[in-house]
């Protein structure tokens, strides 16, 4: 069974459409995911006005506040061959590619462009080879990682507008 079938993967699933609909409310952006059933070299598409495709999407969600990712240098963790793939699709597609990274406890959105539409990296990242956590139900494994600094992405998050109330 893949993670993302699993309880804690389904989570995980609801919080990538969680990041979306922040980004489609703010940004007045479309979106299309990539089936959350299934494992996708990509997590999703923006699409402009016009119907096209505008970008690919790379969407992690973590359990941290941006204090606490500015603690960590203010660097993301992704697997290294998340980015390899992002490159190849935005080269093959000719759009940009995008890191979207959740933030849940300030429902906070942050994006980052990480390729241009040549499949070019234009952000700052480190690799290494690091022990991490597997994937969302645990375990810890030894791979490849990718460190991008979001020090530069832009950050949203939902606007809570309290509804008026009429007085007679």
Known sequence: ???????????????????LEILKETTGRSFLMTADDNSAD????????????????EIKSRNLTLDQLQ?????WLITFNKIISGLH???MLKVPFYGVLYLIPE???????????????????RVDR????KT??????????????MSSAKVFQKINIP???CVH
């Open 89 to 91: 699709f935005s080269a």
């Open 71 to 75: 603690a960590f240098k203010d660097e």
């Open 107 to 125: 429902k906070k959105v942050l994006t980052i462009k990480i390729a241009d539409e040549n499949g070019e990296s234009c952000v700052p990242f």
């Open 1 to 19: 069974m893949l993670d993302i079938n699993t309880p804690k993967g389904r989570i995980c699933a609801e919080q990538q459409r969680e990041a």
């Open 42 to 57: 990509i997590d999703a598409f923006s699409i402009n006005e016009k119907g096209s495709l505008e970008s690919v999407m």
């Open 136 to 149: 969302c139900n645990g375990g810890q494994v030894v791979r490849v990682n990718a460190y991008i600094n």
């Open 163 to 165: 509804t008026p109330t």
């Open 130 to 133: 690091t022990q991490t956590q």
